[in-house]
């Protein structure tokens, strides 16, 4: 048979295959009109006959279900899977799409009225989406369907890469009456699997403690997560997994899901009464609700799905090249990024222009690059209680000007870079003087504050106008090379003055649909200008960002012992090439927990390397180890961040944590293994590296030892792990 990519269409039995290197995902129109969801997962060279596989009408169960009699035979919703499950029909699993209609009633039946196929991918209307460099990279499917009734016609839209195991989806749906439609759900995605043999794993957190792993067998009804926080947060991540029970690193089936979308979502998987699956994801329905008027056109944000017959590993790379390609764009993409020095852990809000300047100067002498500027240089910010919105200089601060602060650190031969929060608004600031209804609010009832501060109201045009003029201002106004664009807090009472009544339900989405619009105008104005997204750490840590940041802060704590946990559950879905990490001071602001400074230098450059702390108090010893470690980051960020990362022991799972980054020619593999619980009691572990040269003979650079490709991988590194705290870094290189 031959081997096929891009989408496939089987006209006699109004089936379609969409193909990747190594899957597919098959629709199958049943009785030319409703959309089924045939099969995602392993690659299907044919579908011939599988339709006929799908056909069920006998069995004692059938006599209890609800039948659409209208097709040529009847047609059991609940017991098929769907495309595009809708609510009324008696398909009782979740659907993925509910809306009321003008005469009150909230029933649906869309039904197959077309197909496009055609080569490339299209850009979504207000949403971010991933991307083709060339029309020949991906086919594109748009199913169109139609309700009769009601005038609502939805389009069903797949992209299948011709090269990456990956497959996106995202759903348009107009109005074609002349009569108000309201969307109340509208899932980006959603597959149906046969059993539900699946574990479901998702990254739970708070501040300080992103992305946690939970691995939790699924269990009959509905499993999910969710925000309600106008940011997809630290809380729960939109990237969720069903494993199968045995999957493991290497081997076993993983559906991956993600959401390119950062503001209220939910994700999930429903089992039903005969112990099928429905994964889903899109936008949170709880409190959204859209009124999509005649002729308007209402489009989801992207979802993204990666199968892997090879367990969490596969997924991981699959997701990792993905993102770093055809999400993340602009100048940075391909580019090592600048080693940064942040001064937040190095003074907080207690500084003046000398004082960074003397942080510049020592940072400059041990090779970093960029000086990046925190909290506290505008308005009258002295602490976090004043001044968000007021984006002028402090001249308390900074009297000579921010012009001056750039130019010394120019002059060090080093980039300037500067912290915004530009979504929020201080009570005590002159924008909040000026503008008291530019927040979000409910007029009448108490605005809550978190960290003293109100979010200002993004689905606003003239506060994103507010925004991209102000901070054009300030870019434009010195050489900054560099943003670091915070959100501090989560949203609350989401209203808006400017919306009526019934658009008050559409607050949240909106916001998100003005804040990419400001980030995207941003970004085009300044191209130049290389921007690192930052919630509280790492709380908006999403597919969304990645379309406008070229990195992120990955969390606040900066604790080496706490970031391998954090940075291992981030890796599941994201690569290390967005994932900001520094070395800070000890003991630990945090945790005051107190680590060596190699340790926290091999932790951090398993991400975008930088620090965290004011060089001045290190020993000579240690700046020494700092010149070292930027040295070698030079050299290896490239296998850190364009190789292949894989977790060879999880914090998660015992006392170690083992992270392999692999070069993709597998001349140079890098492993460092960090102790957090000493075992006196089993002094050597064995360590089975993976993705090596089997065949090849690697030299650990710091011994001169020689080891084969095949011993790393089938018999494994022996090594100590009876020391607390233990680190190690190998630097493994191919003769
Ligand atoms: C947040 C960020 C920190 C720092 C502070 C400044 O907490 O995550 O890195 O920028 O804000 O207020």
């Known amino acids: 048979m031959a081997k096929t990519t891009g989408i496939q269409f089987d006209k006699e039995h109004n089936v379609f295959n969409l193909q990747t290197p190594g899957t597919s995902y098959v629709i199958g129109i049943y009785d030319g009109k409703i959309p089924m969801h045939v099969h995602y997962g392993k690659k299907l060279n044919s579908t011939y006959g599988i339709f006929d596989m799908l056909d069920r009408k006998e069995g004692q169960l059938f006599d209890y279900m609800p039948m659409s009699m209208e097709y040529s035979k009847p047609f059991a919703h609940n017991e098929h899977p769907q495309e595009l499950p809708v609510y009324g029909d008696g398909d009782y699993r979740t659907p993925a799409f509910h809306a009321q209609y003008a005469d009150g009633s909230t029933i649906t039946k869309l039904l197959y009225a077309g197909h496009k196929i055609y080569d490339g991918k299209p850009a979504l209307q207000d949403m971010p989406s991933a991307y083709v460099e060339s029309d020949e990279e991906a086919q594109t499917l748009e199913i169109y369907l139609e309700d009769e009734l009601s005038g609502l016609q939805a389009v069903l839209c797949y992209t299948a890469y011709r090269d990456r195991d990956v497959i996106t989806r995202s759903n348009r749906y107009i109005n074609k009456s002349d009569k108000l439609i309201k969307l109340l759900r509208v899932d980006s995605g959603c597959i149906d699997l046969p059993h539900m043999n699946f574990d479901f ?44 029970h045995d999957a493991t690193e290497e081997v076993g089936d993983v559906y991956g899901m993600n959401l390119v979308y950062s503001g209220n979502f939910h994700a999930g998987a429903f089992v039903d009464s005969m112990e099928k699956v429905r994964m889903f994801t899109g936008i949170n329905p709880f409190d959204f609700q859209w009124m999509l008027n005649p002729g308007e056109t209402f489009q989801t944000p992207e979802c993204v799905m990666v199968y892997s017959d090879e367990g969490f590993g596969k997924m991981s790379h699959i997701y990792h090249e993905f993102i770093k390609e055809r999400i993340c764009r602009g100048r940075f993409r391909d580019q090592e990024r600048p080693i940064l020095i942040n001064n937040w852990e190095a003074t907080y809000f207690d500084f003046d222009e000398d004082k960074i300047a003397a942080i510049a100067e020592k940072a400059a002498q041990v090779g970093v690059e960029l000086m990046v500027l925190d909290d506290g240089w505008f308005g009258k910010r002295n602490n976090d209680r004043t001044s968000l919105g007021d984006w002028f200089v402090n001249e308390e601060k900074l009297p000579k000007g921010l012009n001056s602060l750039v130019k010394r650190v120019n002059d060090l031969g080093m980039k300037f870079g500067l912290w915004f929060e530009p979504e929020m608004i ?23 504050e978190g960290r003293y501060q109100l979010v200002l109201d993004l689905s606003r045009e003239d506060v994103c106008e507010y925004i991209i003029e102000t901070l054009s201002k ?27 009544a019934e658009h008050q339900r559409e607050v949240a989405h909106r916001y998100m649909i003005g804040l990419y619009k400001v980030l995207g105008t941003l970004k085009e ?93 290190l020993s000579e010893e240690e700046i020494e180890k700092v010149r070292e470690q930027i040295k070698l980051c030079k050299e290896l960020a490239p296998v850190f961040h364009k190789g292949d990362m894989h977790r060879i022991k999880s914090p ?31 002094p050597y572990q064995s360590l089975k590296l993976r993705g090596l040269d089997p065949d090849a003979v690697y030299v650990d650079r710091n011994t001169g030892k020689s080891y084969t490709g095949e011993a790393l991988m ?9 020391r607390d705290f233990g680190y190690e870094m190998l630097i493994l290189e191919k003769q």
């Open 652 to 682: 998660f799972d015992g006392n170690m944590t083992v992270w392999e980054f692999v070069s993709k020619d597998q001349k140079i593999a890098i492993v460092e293994i960090f102790i957090i619980k000493c075992a006196p009691w089993n």
């Open 525 to 617: 104005r300044f191209p130049h200008i290389l921007m690192e997204g930052c919630a509280g750490g790492g709380g908006r840590f999403d597919l969304g960002m990645f379309c406008y940041f070229d990195q992120f802060w990955t969390s606040d704590d900066t604790d080496a012992v706490e970031r391998q946990f954090i940075q291992t559950g981030t890796s599941y879905g994201y690569p290390t090439m967005v994932m900001g990490s520094h070395v800070s001071a000890c003991p630990n602001h945090q945790t005051s927990r107190i680590t060596d400074i190699n340790t926290r230098g091999y932790v951090a450059m398993a991400g975008q390397f930088g620090y965290e702390l004011d060089l001045n108090t």
């Open 426 to 448: 201080s009570t005590v600031s002159e924008l909040y003087k000026a503008h008291p209804d530019w927040c979000l609010h409910v007029e009448g009832r108490v605005r809550t």
């Open 474 to 500: 300030v870019l434009s106004s010195a050489n900054i090379e560099y943003i670091k664009w915070d959100m501090n807090r989560s949203m609350t009472e989401i209203g808006s003055a400017f919306w009526s």
């Open 714 to 722: 089938y018999m494994g590194l022996q090594r100590r792990c009876d």
């Open 201 to 244: 794993v998702h990254f739970y957190g708070n501040w300080a403690k992103e992305r946690m792993v939970e691995r939790t067998p699924l269990f009959r009804g509905l499993q999910s997560v969710d925000s309600t926080r106008g940011a997809s947060s630290h809380f729960q991540n939109p990237f969720i997994c069903l494993a199968a």
